[in-house]
């Protein structure tokens, strides 16, 4: 058990949030291989070194964008008197390494649980805390990408990029996503919040 001011995390839920880290930072690695890795893997024409390029710039991007949805949700829910904690669905990151491999992207890496007497609007807030900070990042990551070069620059992007989709996936109104939960609660925001998500990462990815 390790605490942080008044948050507490348990042994299993550091167990999966680093395990499902992991497992995105694969996932991703896989899909954003350009030719794909299980190809290059067999043909035996794999670059090492751009894999283990890549593979770092996703574990710092999807790391920092995962880690932080997750426990904004987390501490909002704490906030409002529950007892929450995060569990990793190994079954679907499973499926998000094999997407990865296929060349498709797919990340429900599991979810922040938590139980105690709860309103509607405070689970909507839950909800909507792990996209908005997700927005947040994006834009934290989009000044150096403007003002920086090489790998810093990289970085920046893919943070840049990750974490709007994050943002957007997790506000899709279908099962246990963000957005439903958000659109049960107040359509005007889940509205905006989507709204904002797909149009920046659309308009991120036209422009750069």
Known sequence: MFRLNEITFYREELR????????LGIAFTFFLTPTGFA?????????SGAFARTFVLSMITVGTGFLLHELAHKVVAVRFGQVAAFRADYGMLAFAIALGLAGFLFAAPGAVYHRGRITVRENGLVAVAGPVTNLVLAV?????????TGFPAEIARMGVLVNLFLAAFNMIPFGPLDGNTVKTWSFGIFAVVLGVAGLALAGFLLLF
Do not use: K, N, Q
């Open 39 to 47: 190809r290059e893997f067999i043909a035996g024409t794999l670059d």
């Open 16 to 23: 999966d949030l680093a395990l499902a880290w992991l497992a």
């Open 140 to 148: 934290v990551f989009f000044l150096p990408f403007l003002f920086t």
